[in-house]
């Protein structure tokens, strides 16, 4: 167990509707990190938050949005969904923010989200 | 820019040794890390290596790190059938892990 959690574990949704993904770090973790994984894509940097602050953005579409609260939980909002859309997002963190050494990331298991 | 390739399948028999390479462009990358993935999972961390070693070995895994060709590997002493996962290689970009596409093992009986 990585100690980072995502929920929900599975979500299918219609194309043009809006979801919530949420993710809770490891205790004492400051950064939160999104990936999409999807078949032709592979591992996909979406986003990082450190300690509430947007800190790197990958490669995030203009329709997915995030944001890291105070408690340093995250959610990744994808709105106006397509069926390229579908594939497994997941949350990861560490305690620091950038190149520290040893700092590695915590993955979580995803969620997989399947758009029709 | 930052990327790293892996090839995509390797096949081996159990009590086998796997190699699992993977090359990648950062120079400036301080660390490199191993992932595996088993299906419907996400993804555990292996082992990682400071780019000042060679070689680091941990149980029945051993990383080699080639930095002047920028080259990364990952041996699996004894390899199981419970080791057929993807194994992704990660270096440490600029704010985030960059992956590589991942290196599908099958392990047969």
């Known amino acids: 167990d990585s100690g980072v959690t995502q929920t929900p574990k599975h979500l299918i949704t219609a194309t043009g509707q809006r979801v919530t993904l949420r993710c809770s770090p490891r205790?004492?973790?400051?950064?939160v990190y999104w990936y999409q994984q999807s078949l032709d894509q592979g591992l996909q940097f979406l986003i990082q938050?450190?300690?509430?602050?947007?800190?790197a953005k990958g490669n995030i579409l203009e329709r997915f949005s995030a944001q890291q609260f105070p408690d340093l939980h995250s959610e990744l909002n994808l709105s106006s969904l397509e069926l390229g859309d579908s594939a497994l997002y997941f949350c990861?963190?560490?305690?620091?923010?950038?190149?520290?050494?040893?700092?590695?990331?915590?993955f979580g298991n995803g969620t997989r989200l399947t758009v029709t | 820019g930052e990327d790293v390739e892996q090839s995509l399948f390797l096949s081996v028999r159990e009590g086998d040794s796997s190699v699992i390479n993977c090359t990648y462009t950062?120079?400036?990358?301080?660390?490199l890390y191993w992932y595996k993935q088993e299906p419907g999972a996400g993804l555990q961390l292996l082992t990682y290596?400071?780019?000042?070693?060679d070689m680091k070995q941990d149980q029945r895994l051993t990383v080699l790190l080639n930095k002047k060709d920028k080259h990364l590997s990952l041996r699996i002493a004894d390899t199981q059938t419970g080791d057929s996962a993807i194994y992704f290689c990660?270096?440490?970009?600029?704010?985030?892990?960059?992956f590589g596409t991942g290196t599908r093992l099958l392990v047969s009986p």
């Open positions: 990861a963190s560490s305690p620091a923010r950038g190149r520290q050494p040893g700092s590695p990331l915590h």
């Open positions: 950062d120079s400036s990358s301080t660390y």
């Open positions: 990660a270096e440490r970009g600029f704010q985030k892990l960059v």
């Open positions: 938050y450190y300690n509430g602050e947007e800190r």
């Open positions: 205790s004492g973790d400051l950064s």
């Open positions: 290596i400071f780019s000042n070693m």
